[in-house]
């Protein structure tokens, strides 16, 4: 076998390939073409192959089919379409939505024994691509592995989420998980072994491949990761109102609506140039990374046969062991970012995560510590740029990427290769497309100089250095894709064995003029990072989800005319307002044009103060655990907890609830343009104590005669985690639409009353 593997890398040499080279996939024929790399190797390209059905017409946004068969023998010669964007360098628009295309570069179509290394491109999940210009695979496939890089939908196009089971979001990750299906099913006519998949990726593309490692949607697709300058902890990564982030954007293209399904409806309708041109306006690629993008990867609402890329924030999946069998290389750059300072205020750089509120004392002290650890003077001023990108840096990638060692560390089952990039050639990215200052240090792209050939250096004469440090690089990463292993022998290249971290050395690679291993790097200042998280972050105080609204559509006929109705809550009692701020609250319902504007209900759980969406009018009260108010603070005792039902609201503004330390005094309803029409009406019922495990539905009234039973499927139920926590109300075999009447005003009082005792 051997023999014949040597004999066959001989007639690459001499030339004797194919010249119009043809494979069968699943979907028909490819021919490709024979090309040479730069040092006159000659391998085999096939370009533009559609892994999915074009995302267009009612597919725009929503997740990626299996690509349809075709008859004869495709091309496979050209490159596909790029995802419809803004150009990063020319600022103009280019791309078609028509975009999910890859690209396989391979020494060999016999047998089904090399390694598959498949990259991600990165560009912000704005912009960008997977083609040729920039990520040419032909100093890869000399190391003999087979190279696949790909198109996904970026920007609107990719990452629009409504919080439906129709669009819930991140389709631009599972065009991606589409990607790695088609290559796990076919890779294997292009030489590849589908049972040894690497995933590797650089910037954004470095997020995608951690989220990719921690979904359910890639178990048995992928074999070992490398991620490079990015990680899903990273805040400029998420987004966290995608419903706003939407309206916002149907609002810059003219679309007044705030309602969720006209604003689909009008971004349906608009061409995809308009879309992501309204996306630069919204969130400029200039001001990156200070500004977080608005379409970005979101935590997918759970729905029952939909699939979702994660449906609980990375953090969680990374702490729970849930990568735990992936080998990892992962690292970033010496220094990332050189961006013009827009602010001298410090406290900028405190992690939003911490909850730390701006100005505060303790704000102000970690801003004063963050100038002393990273100034050696005045943080002001041109003379402290350089430390000012330092800075950056660290706040961007670089701590994000130690936190994400760190959390592995303590999980994971396989090896992890941690590294730092810090050579600085001819070959560096930087020197073509980032504004440096003059800095001589290695920036955000610039191993990727190293690992492909690229339009942006064709003029460029590397080093005898230059040209060994990218030898250096192939065979580190190929080795990893190869067997897991880096180093798995000491060479003229490879002078040291690099050594995985372990809980007690956090070994790394230096990717120096030489390479060296070391533990530990920029120790002072990661220390610093992590005492502030070990100090500040708050795991429950996060959401589980996103925090936009879930928007379902309902079957039944809207009805219930023009009105509108101010519910007003009092509250007496010192007990409770010694505790918390909420004194009255005032929420007006307006409904116009004979239809029910659903609402959405959060009712935040007392543990650990994570919002929980529900739309339905069951409402769970726990006698343990999710009193109203607790201790001290109780305005009921006992069995005088409240619930609200649907009823009749009184009409002669009598007390509707009263209890010996006045909490309600009274709601009090103003009838706004008063008609004879039939009115939704509300009534307190008796306290109802609600079993978790078989949950009372409520009745809803509707027209005073009208009754309708949630049905059982929708009931809500509490989890609780392993260790005694609780978990997400979730609820049991939830359809994907909801036809049931919305409810009208019920769990604004409840979730009144929730908020009263469930933050502490």
């Known amino acids: 076998m051997i023999t014949a593997v040597n004999d066959f890398l001989d007639d690459l040499r001499g030339g004797r390939m194919a010249e119009a080279p043809v494979v069968t996939v699943e979907q028909g024929q490819l021919q490709g073409r024979v090309v040479n790399s730069p040092t006159g190797k000659a391998f085999y390209s096939f370009q533009g192959i559609p892994y999915a059905k074009p995302p267009l017409g009612s597919l725009r946004f929503k997740s990626p089919q299996p690509p349809e068969p075709w008859d004869g023998i495709r091309d496979a010669t050209a490159e596909g379409n790029v995802s419809a964007q ?109 049972g040894n998949i690497t995933i590797f990726g650089e910037s954004a593309g470095g997020v995608a491949v951690s989220l990719l490692t921690a979904s359910p949607l890639t178990k048995g697709l992928i074999s070992k990761a490398i ?27 003219g679309c007044e609506s705030d309602d969720p399904e006209e604003v689909l409806d009008f971004l349906n309708a608009t061409s995809a140039r308009e879309l992501v041109e309204a996306h630069e306006k919204l ?43 992936t080998p990892i290389m992962i690292g970033s750059t010496s220094l990332e970012f050189a961006f013009e300072r827009r602010s001298d205020d ?28 990273y100034f050696k003077g005045s943080h002001t001023g041109v003379e402290s740029l350089p430390e000012y990108f330092e800075l950056l840096s660290d706040n961007t990638i670089n701590v994000d990427t130690h936190r994400h060692v760190q959390y592995l560390i303590n999980v994971s089952k396989k090896p992890i290769y941690y590294y730092k990039f810090d050579y600085v050639g001819e070959l560096n990215i930087s020197k073509k497309i980032l504004n440096t200052f003059g800095l001589t240090r290695a920036m955000h792209m610039d191993e990727l100089g190293y690992l492909f050939r690229n339009d942006l250096q064709k003029d460029v004469e590397p080093t005898t250095l230059d040209i060994k440090m990218r030898e250096r690089m192939l065979r580190l990463w190929t080795n990893f894709a190869k067997g897991g292993n880096p180093t798995p022998d000491e060479n003229h290249y490879l002078t040291v064995t690099w050594l995985p971290v372990t809980k007690d050395n956090l070994y790394y690679l230096n990717l120096g003029q030489e390479l060296s291993l070391g533990t530990n790097p920029d120790k002072e200042k990661m220390d610093f990072w992590d005492s502030l998280y070990s100090k500040y972050y708050r795991i429950w105080d996060h959401p ?88 001290n603070e109780a305005a009921v005792e006992n069995n005088e907890t409240v619930v609200e039902s649907n009823g009749t609201v009184e009409e002669n503004n009598e007390p509707i609830v009263e209890n010996k330390e006045g909490v309600v005094k009274n709601v009090e309803v103003v009838e706004k343009n008063e008609i004879d029409h039939p009115k939704v009406e509300e009534k307190i019922e008796e306290p109802v104590k609600i079993e978790e495990s078989h949950p009372t539905p409520v ?10 039973q949630p049905r059982p499927s929708n009931e809500i139920k509490m989890v609780s985690r392993s260790n005694g926590a609780p978990k ?33």
């Open 86 to 194: 803004i150009d990063f360098l020319k600022k103009e628009y280019i791309g078609d939505e028509n975009c999910l295309f890859l690209n396989v570069y391979t020494p060999n179509l016999d047998g089904e024994f090399l390694p598959v290394m498949v990259f991600i491109h990165g560009g912000g999940f704005v912009f960008g691509s997977g083609n040729s210009s920039l990520y040419g695979g032909d100093y890869l496939v000399e190391k003999d592995v087979v190279v696949v890089t790909l198109n996904y939908r970026c920007g609107v196009l990719g990452f629009l989420s409504m919080n439906t089971p129709e669009i819930p979001g991140n389709a631009g990750l599972k065009d991606q998980v589409q990607a790695l299906r088609w290559i796990k099913e076919n890779i294997h006519n292009f030489g590849g072994n589908s």
């Open 283 to 325: 969130t400029p690629m200039d001001l990156f990374p200070e500004v977080t993008n608005a379409f970005g990867v979101v935590v997918e609402k759970e729905f029952p046969g939909v699939e979702a890329i994660i449906t609980e924030p990375f953090i969680d999946l990374l702490t729970s062991g849930r990568i735990a069998e």
């Open 728 to 760: 997400d109300v979730i609820r049991a075999n939830d359809p994907p639409e909801d036809d049931l009447p919305k409810n009208i005003g019920v769990n604004k009082f409840v979730n009144f009353f929730e908020s009263l005792g469930g933050k502490k």
């Open 227 to 253: 991620i490079q300058s990015g990680s899903a902890l990273s805040k400029w990564s998420m987004q966290k109102t995608p419903i706003e982030n939407a309206r916002n954007l149907a609002k810059i293209l």
């Open 346 to 373: 410090l406290q900028a750089f405190i992690p939003e995560e911490l909850n730390i509120e701006r100005n505060s004392e303790q704000a102000l002290e970690i801003a004063e510590q963050i100038k002393n650890l």
């Open 699 to 708: 009745t809803a009234v509707l027209n005073g005669d009208r009754k309708v």
């Open 544 to 631: 589980r989800s996103n925090n936009d609204e879930v928007v379902l559509k309902s079957s039944e006929p809207k009805i219930i005319e023009s009105y509108s109705e101010t519910v007003t809550v009092y509250s007496e009692s010192s007990a409770f307002t010694e505790s918390h701020t909420y004194v009255s609250e005032t929420t007006e319902i307006v409904k116009e044009n004979n239809e029910i504007v659903s609402e959405t209900h959060e009712f935040i759980t007392e543990n650990n103060g994570e919002p929980v969406e529900t739309n339905e009018v069951v409402a769970e009260v726990s006698e343990n655990h999710e009193a109203v108010v607790e201790n």
